[in-house]
């Protein structure tokens, strides 16, 4: 018999919508999470929280890259390519 009640050792809320897409910082100290109302929540891995609410995208955040601790890239359903600085 396998268990699979396993339950979750930390829950991030805070979207507004669904989330599309997902990554973390080479560090692993931040998780940045992409939502179809096109909102980007940075995440503080550690403090468990939300670090920054990046708004900009007129719709899904489709794909998300963190080549550096302070740089995010976002693609967006609304064919735009974003760089923030986190």
Not at 32 to 42: F, L, T
């Amino acid at each position: 018999v396998v268990d699979f009640a396993c339950q979750p050792s930390v829950v991030f809320s805070g979207h507004r919508s669904g989330v599309c897409s997902l990554v973390f910082s080479h560090d692993s100290g931040l998780l940045a999470s992409g939502s179809r109302d096109g909102d980007i929540v940075v995440w503080d891995i550690q403090a468990e929280c939300g670090r920054n609410r990046l708004a900009g995208h007129q719709g899904p955040v489709n794909a998300l890259l963190m080549p550096t601790p302070d740089t995010l890239l976002s693609a967006g359903k609304d064919m735009m390519v974003r760089v923030w600085d986190v």
